[in-house]
């Protein structure tokens, strides 16, 4: 069974900077999309940006579109989300997630496994 860790959350000020990582184990995650969701509290997990599985193809939310990039490594069976330009509204639980059907979808109910999540908190 597949299992996914994120990793690079933290603290950090508007305007600043971070790369998350998302560690896939147990099977190679390169036959699947692979997408980022956030969930802040009070509020319903929201989708952020997926990869396809060639990696040639990516979407991203209208909220991070321009700020975030999303990007993978097969070879390492890994995934990143990398934030720029951060925003105070962006602090929420980033978790990974596995699109098993294909494509590269966006609505939550076409993932499946995911990670524990790791938290990003933006300081005005």
């Known amino acids: 069974q597949v299992q996914l860790v994120e990793s690079g959350g933290g603290l950090v000020q508007a305007g600043g900077s971070l790369r998350l990582s998302c560690a896939a184990s147990?099977?190679?995650?390169?036959?699947?999309?692979m997408g980022w969701f956030r969930q802040a509290p009070e509020k319903e997990r929201e989708f952020v940006a997926v990869i396809s599985r060639s990696g040639g193809d990516t979407y991203y939310s209208d909220s991070v579109k321009g700020r975030f990039t999303i990007s993978r490594d097969d070879a390492k069976n890994m995934v990143y989300l990398q934030m720029n330009s951060l925003k105070p509204e962006d602090t929420a639980v980033y978790y990974c997630?596995?699109?098993?059907?294909?494509?590269?979808?966006?609505?939550?109910?076409?993932?499946?496994?995911w990670g524990q999540g790791t938290q990003v908190t933006v300081s005005s």
């Open positions: 147990g099977r190679s995650i390169s036959s699947n999309a």
């Open positions: 997630a596995i699109a098993p059907y294909g494509g590269i979808p966006s609505d939550i109910k076409f993932y499946n496994y």
